[in-house]
Each structure stands twice: as C-alpha cells, then as structure tokens.
C-alpha cells in the first residue's frame, strides 16, 4: 500500500487542505480519474481553475505537485530548466544589501572571482544577472525595517537536478558570506 503523502511541491497536506479544502492524497486521486496523467501542465491547472475553483496560484501549485507525485516533474524543476532560491534576513539596509550586489568592488568582497552581467537592476529592489554559464539569476530584496533587509536569490534555467541542489547549498553559502560581510561592515 502506499503511503499518503505529507509534502509536494514543498507545501504540506495539512496546507493544501487548509487552502484547498482537500488534502494531497484527494487531489491526486480526483486528478488521476479526471485523466490529468495525460494532460499537459497547463491544461492540469486550467482543469482545477475552472472545475474546482482554485485560484490560479493554488492550480499551479497543485498541478506541480500532482505532477510530482506521479513521476512528471522533479523537485525544483520548471519548464525551462531547474531553480532554487535562498533566503536571509540581514541586520543591514537594504540598501546597503543592494549596494553590496551591485557594486563589482563590494560584492568582490564576499562573491569573489565570480563572473556575472547585470541585466537590469531596480534600486532597492531587484537585480536580474546573465550568470556566467549563462543560467539566470534574480536577487530581490525587501526592507525590514530600518536596519533589517530579505535577500533572496532565485537561480534558474539550471540543467538538472544535481545542479539545482549544488547551487541551492552555493547560494545559502553566499548569503552567509553576504550577511558576515555586511554585519561587520556595520
């Protein structure tokens, strides 16, 4: 017998029920007799937007999980690629924490040797970086307060899975670096 499971898509049973009023194990059986093993992603989604009145956020989420579950889509995989993200909450600015990944001679600090481009950047806010192998990196940023920030990066358009978790433990790493750098800097 199999077991029911507790997490998909990184989101527990009890979340999705509390959300979605079914629990993981029912949203996979509804999917399978509604014939989602044959569908696309989309057409998965559309399905629990229009027939179960999810909202489209909770149809992405529990068309990802569903396809999960049955073998289609592995963790942190994404149509164009894998992706992972990191978060820290730094005793700093914000914009301190932006300068700190703007600026090439600060983030030499803490980031050094590394190639990137800086696509676009909205102050304060975010950063969109062509990665040196060509992969995507986006780093958003949110004030917490006078001397508190978020720092969150999201790599993707990675290759594999083995990839994403190599980045994933890269980019917690990183924002160590980042946060001992900019906590001292203070």
């Not at 730094?90 to 301190?96: E, H, K």
């Amino acid at each position: 017998m199999q077991r029911a499971p507790t997490k998909l898509n990184g989101i527990s049973s009890a979340a999705v029920k509390k959300a979605t009023d079914r629990t993981w194990t029912q949203w996979l059986t509804l999917l399978d007799k509604a014939g989602a093993r044959k569908k696309s992603h989309r057409e998965i989604a559309e399905f629990l937007h229009a027939h179960h009145a999810l909202a489209s956020w909770w149809a992405q989420m529990v068309a990802v999980g569903y396809e999960q579950a049955r073998g289609r889509r592995q963790k942190h995989q994404k149509p164009d690629g894998f992706e992972v993200s990191v978060s820290r909450t730094i005793a700093a600015p914000v914009a301190a924490a932006f300068a700190a990944w703007k600026d090439a001679a600060q983030r030499e600090k803490w980031l050094p040797r590394t190639p990137l481009a800086i696509r676009k950047a909205t102050p304060h806010k975010s950063i969109r970086i062509r990665w040196g192998d060509g992969t995507q990196l986006s780093v958003n940023f949110w004030s917490k307060g006078a001397l508190k920030c978020q720092v969150v990066p999201q790599h993707g358009r990675l290759p594999d899975a083995a990839t994403a978790e190599k980045m994933k433990t890269y980019w917690a790493e990183k924002l160590d670096a980042l946060c001992f750098w900019l906590e001292k800097k203070s």
